[in-house]
Nanobody, 124 residues
Framework: VQLQASGGGLVQAGGSLRLGCQAA????????MAWFRQAPGKEREALTA????????AYADSVKGRFTISRDRVKNTVYLLLNSLKPEDTAVYYC??????????????????WGQGTEVTVSS
């Protein structure tokens, strides 16, 4: 599975962005999908993930109520809608995929496929 992330950019605090993660090589509907981010000097952080086949979705407390993960099966793309952005949301955002499993959705080590990252900068 090859993942292509897009949609990053510069936005003012309070603004919104929509990130996309398009797949080639496999249909994403049966894969667990997740979004992570890494800010300069910080560890990678799990943001949200959704289980394949229409399963459960989880959000980190830091983004709950502001970020939304969704799938477009026709476009074979997973989106991350970022609302009410804050300067501390500045980071490189990565999408990741793995074959559906019962394992912990936020375990980055269990994801086999990663996008190249897309940079989000939020100005104050």
């Amino acid at each position: 599975v090859q993942l292509q992330a897009s949609g990053g950019g510069l936005v003012q605090a309070g603004g919104s962005l929509r990130l996309g993660c398009q797949a080639a090589g496999r249909t994403l509907s049966t894969y667990d999908m997740a979004w992570f981010r890494q800010a300069p000097g910080k560890e990678r952080e799990a943001l949200t993930a959704t289980r394949g086949g229409g399963g459960s979705t989880a959000y980190a407390d830091s983004v709950k109520g502001r970020f939304t993960i969704s799938r477009d099966r026709v476009k074979n793309t997973v989106y991350l809608l970022l609302n009410s952005l804050k300067p501390e949301d500045t980071a490189v955002y990565y999408c990741a995929a793995r074959r559906r499993t019962a394992g912990y959705l936020f375990d980055a080590s269990r994801y086999d496929y990663w996008g190249q990252g897309t940079e989000v900068t939020v100005s104050s």
